[in-house]
């Protein structure tokens, strides 16, 4: 039993982030149960059927009972409504903590729920791939990766101090901010690349001079690296920008106010602002390596021969 | 000795695509020469002591001297000026191509100089990576990307099928388009791409709000993607944006005018709107890892400790 043992564990919702968590309480011994509770019966089948807990459980009320540490890992804009849901059935002294990708929205959506007693912390692994679903999910995800956690003012220090070390135990790095803070540096670091993503996709998708064949069979010049963040959930996506609203906002003002600046640099020839402007970039790639952020391996690592036709 | 043998080939620039295509001629033993060039000394050298061809010689001309096939290798912006230059050497009969992300700035550039009895058909790999030097080369790069040739009216079957040969021999697919074409293709599958993903870390760059320390930090959420592209060659895409100006402009419009849209979506929170964007995009992926140009690895593959500290 290490300092991060809970004897139960309560997951609610169980897609990519709910399932890499269930996997890697179980490799890492860190509950007793694991009750699992989905709101599709069919996703619930599923993550019994991958053994992903000890409890499957549909309605999210009767998981939470007796847990000391609840996990909510569903879109931001249901969060309110689990929240209503478990709160008649949540132990006191039990911690509460959600994944969701905006923090301000969880909040103001989660706090009114919540009985005393019940330590309520807002938190967001930054972690995923761009695949979806309890099949998905895989115990390393969280490893090397950043967790923030936003807790509310006046939060328990010992109800904090364990989550930090469960998420640590699950090899991720613990920060802490407000969450006014968290969604603006979310808007730019996740939020903005995965609306640029959908966009440009949506654009290639729109051409009448460019096939699609063409588009796919070309896409190894640059195209494809955008599509796999525009393949992303959808519903969660939706979700985040209708509840990261005004950050989200702000940032593609600022971006596309920056693109029309270099597209005026491409109309007029500026051949020295455009080299200045791609010169700058490559300091932040290099410091995104060296802090063990991604890999220095050409094209992300991609095996070389990336899916062949043959 | 192959079909696709040349006695004598001359690569002029030996950078990421010049040095891959020195190595894989020399793995596949396609030609009994390599003669390699490079206006920086310094290149040249480093080229010399990698191995990568049979001569090593400072003058584009003098490497052409006697060649079957020449291959520029070179920034497009400096593809006038190579013409030029090797104009006087050239063999008769002797195939001359470029690698050149633009075509029909390149043509425009080129042919003028080329002396009659010189097959000049342009061409374009589509392959390469974020690194940037003779260092950055392998023989592999080609392996199951597709090359593009964008020969003028009249161009010699014969010297077509020789070079499409030697592109196969190197593991590429070939494809033939007119160069107007290629270059409305290559804007939004490369150009674009390339031209937001600098866009978006030059915002992320110039925020006072979010710190540098923080995108760095949780890159991991999406940004870092677009952080490889944006540590591609300068030079390389400075003369990109300056010579295929009008297609860039086109799409660059195309893209904003989208991004408005979603934006206001955005504003209006409008979910249905954006959960529909949000899906159509997934198709694409999904094809295109059909078409062997991506993995369905999650992350591309990358290492699950991308470059973890310590």
């Not at 991060?4 to 564990?9: G, K, T």
């Not at 982030?17 to 694991?34: D, F, Y």
């Not at 996990?71 to 478990?86: C, N, T």
């Not at 209708?242 to 051949?271: P, T, V």
């Amino acid at each position: 039993m290490t300092d991060v043992y809970f004897d139960r564990i309560a997951l609610i919702g169980i897609g990519l982030i709910g399932s890499s968590i269930a996997r890697a309480v179980k490799a890492k011994g860190l509950a007793g149960t694991v009750a699992i509770s989905s709101r599709s019966r069919e996703t619930l089948a599923r993550a019994r059927k991958l053994d992903l807990g000890t409890e499957y459980i549909h309605e999210a009320g009767k998981a939470v009972e007796g847990a000391d540490l609840v996990i909510i890992s569903v879109p931001v804009g249901a969060s309110g409504k689990v929240a209503e849901e478990i709160a008649p059935y949540l132990k006191p002294g039990a911690i509460v903590t959600d994944v969701g990708s905006t923090k301000g929205s969880v909040v103001a959506q989660m706090l009114p729920h919540m009985p005393k007693g019940v330590h309520f912390i807002p938190g967001h692994p930054i972690a995923g791939t761009e695949h979806s679903g309890p099949d998905a999910g895989f115990a390393e995800l969280f490893q090397g990766r950043w967790c923030i956690l936003t807790p509310i003012q006046g939060t328990d220090k010992d109800a904090k101090h364990r989550l930090a070390a469960f998420w640590r135990a699950l090899g991720s790095r613990v920060d802490e901010m407000d969450a006014e803070h968290h969604d603006k540096v979310l808007a730019i670091v996740s939020h903005l690349p995965h609306i640029i993503a959908y966009n440009i996709v949506g654009t290639a998708d729109d051409l009448e001079t460019v096939t699609e064949s063409e588009v796919i069979k070309y896409s190894a010049s640059g195209f494809r690296d955008f599509t796999r963040l525009a393949a992303s959930d959808p519903t969660m996506w939706r979700d985040v920008c209708l509840h990261n609203k005004d950050a989200i906002l702000e940032m593609l003002a600022r971006f596309s106010e920056d693109l029309a600046y270099l597209q005026r640099a491409i109309r007029w020839g500026d051949g020295e602002k455009l080299f200045n402007l791609f010169t700058r970039t490559r300091a932040i790639r290099r410091s995104i390596i060296d802090a063990g952020q991604d890999t220095s391996a050409p094209n992300f690592g991609r095996p070389l021969d990336a899916g062949q036709e043959d």
